[in-house]
Nanobody, 126 residues
Framework: QAQLIESGGGLVQAGGSLRVSCTAS????????MGWFRQAPGKKREFVAA????????YYADFVKGRFTISRDNAKNTVYLQMNSLKPEDTAVYYC???????????????????WGQGTQVTVSS
């Protein structure tokens, strides 16, 4: 039983920054590895970034390396995605996902995650 709520999406100009957040209604947030995915119209949901239970280990898709940063605050049950140097092609619905595993792994595939948020729209204008 987990509910994930994203926030922080919106409209931003190319080159700008935006931070999206995801808060989980779970008693032990540190039991979950977390990830961010995105889906543009007509395309498959794609991996963006992920972190392990503590946030000390992270992994990024090639197209966001150096621009996006995933982090988490387990005391607040929240994971963040800081997006800098945004491009129009970053426009998509961004989804937060949680995976309940006993290891310290990082997961990059949609079917590896157990819970999903409703998504938040990020639109980057030219």
């Amino acid at each position: 039983q987990a509910q994930l709520i994203e926030s922080g999406g919106g409209l931003v100009q190319a080159g700008g920054s935006l931070r999206v957040s995801c808060t989980a209604s779970v008693p032990t947030f540190s039991s979950y590895a977390m990830g961010w995915f995105r889906q543009a119209p007509g395309k498959k949901r794609e991996f963006v970034a992920a972190c392990n239970w503590s946030g000390e280990s992270t992994y990024y898709a090639d197209f966001v390396k150096g621009r996006f940063t995933i982090s988490r605050d387990n005391a607040k049950n929240t994971v963040y995605l800081q997006m800098n140097s945004l491009k129009p092609e970053d426009t998509a619905v961004y989804y937060c996902a949680a995976a309940y595993y006993g290891d310290s792994g990082i997961y990059t595939k949609v079917d590896e995650y157990d819970y999903w948020g409703q998504g938040t729209q990020v639109t980057v204008s030219s």
